[in-house]
């Protein structure tokens, strides 16, 4: 098996080390040569890398090498594979897009709704930029892009580079979700096969089935309904909010027993109870800054200090695990078959080709090809077509540094729906932003002064 060259963009994402534990559990499916981080914030990412070259040394003796740096160059050059998961604005602008959302008793969430939308405008110039450099450093390299808002970055990156065919956004909700599949039925998560559709933290599984063939989605909606519904993969089993989340997932089964939902549908079938629960001054932002992050940096602190893993416990969780698995049948044309998010061009009948949907597809040496879903019935087509449209404006607010874009778009979601209330969100986030979107900002002004 050839050994791959792996370079990690965003080395300091508080999902590092689970990745790098994932890397050490999938050696054999995933076998390296060597990783690089990079990141441009090289003090976030030393205190990782530090962590990192400890472990390495202990449970991957086979590596060639590690390094990190902060040069794009030296980085990204001769690399096979390239992992991105970076975050523009760190978290401190994601508190402000949950915060300023629940100011005018809108959903504040990292991806959906107004949030959705700002930390999209934010993301996609610096993928683009990325995207551009990876492939004049590696203009071979797979790229796969975990960088959110994912269903928007995808957009813009499907106009940008339409003739990419190395480039690959995916999720780990539904592997998440299906992880807690697994639990119910007392299967691995890699031997279910699953039929779904939608576009990213918006989609429904229609089956769950075995490698065998054999449905088990009746026994996992009765399993729903009766007994409750939990979080089982290890960076979210014990996380409060994440409870609450796939909590909603009964509710939803109740309510909607067709399919077995994402959990992120939660934000658009019940947007003001989910504005009701939320306490602005604790949004999921701070939430994963006292959590997570603290959790994550503690963790390194204490590897470097030591000199050793010996004395801390390090996990291994299905958002690396999935990330992995995918790359592999890419490296080795495995043919698994992994949900991810592709061009529409046909798969789902009656939405059009030049948009991009989640779903399963058979992932190989030239790419995913995903598998037909033929046509879906009215109630999931309304719902997917105003999400669509609001992620295709999003994407033509950034082209076109256009307020009017983004008032349309805003107004359009599911989340918040009156055009006065879309308004005063765009205001401030519009503020909020100034550094991010200095054009939109100026846009705004000549809005403002007609
Ligand atoms: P984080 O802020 O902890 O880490 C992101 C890192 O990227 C930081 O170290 C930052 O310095 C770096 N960075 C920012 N801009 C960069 C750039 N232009 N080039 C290189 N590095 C850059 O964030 P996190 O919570 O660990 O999340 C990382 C990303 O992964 C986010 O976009 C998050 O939304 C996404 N994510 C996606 C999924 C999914 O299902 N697709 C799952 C989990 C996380
Ligand atoms: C899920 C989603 C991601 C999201 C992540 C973390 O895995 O698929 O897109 O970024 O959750 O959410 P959190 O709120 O815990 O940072
Ligand atoms: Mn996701």
Known sequence: ??????????????????????????????????????????????????????????????????????????????????????????????????????????????????????????????????????????????????????????????????????????????????????????????????????????????????????????????????????????????????????????????DFPEYLPNTYLQYYLYPSQMVEKEDPSTTRARQVINGREKRVHTLADQIIEDGTTENVELEVDIHGRYMIRVAASMAYNNGDIFIVMVENNGTIANLPDDVMVEVPAMITNRGPKPFAVGHISTFYKGLIEGQLAYEKLVVDAFYENSYEKALQALTLNRTVVDAPRARQILDDMIEANKDYWPALHASKQVVTNQ
């Open 1 to 254: 098996m050839k050994r791959q060259n792996l370079v990690v963009v965003g080395g300091g994402s508080t999902y590092t080390i689970g990745m790098i534990m994932s890397l050490v559990a999938e050696k054999e499916q995933f076998p390296l040569k060597s990783i690089t981080f990079y990141d441009t914030n090289a003090e976030r990412q030393e205190k990782i890398a530090k962590a990192t070259e400890i472990i390495l040394r202990e449970k991957y003796p086979e590596l060639d090498s590690f390094h990190y740096t902060t040069d794009k160059e030296e980085a990204l050059s001769n690399a096979d594979f390239v992992f991105v998961q970076i975050r523009t604005g760190g978290l401190a602008m994601r508190e402000q897009d949950e915060q300023i959302p629940l100011r005018y008793e809108a959903v504040g969430q990292e991806t959906c709704g107004p949030g959705g939308m700002a930390y999209g405008l934010r993301s996609i110039g610096d993928m683009i930029e990325l995207v551009n450099d990876i492939r004049t450093y590696s203009p071979d390299a797979w790229i796969l892009n975990y960088t959110n808002p994912a269903a928007i970055v995808a957009e813009a990156l499907r106009r940008e580079f339409p003739a990419d065919k190395k480039l690959l956004n995916i999720c780990d909700m539904p592997a998440a979700i299906m992880v807690s599949y697994a639990g119910i039925l007392g299967k691995d998560v890699f031997d279910l096969v699953p039929e779904y559709f939608g576009l990213n933290h918006f989609g429904w599984f229609t089956k769950i089935l075995d490698k065998e063939g054999n449905d088990h989605t009746n026994t996992i909606k009765r399993a729903i309904t009766e007994d409750g519904f939990i979080p089982e993969d290890a960076e979210i089993a014990n996380d409060p909010s994440w409870i609450h989340t796939f909590k909603q997932v009964e509710r939803m089964v109740t």
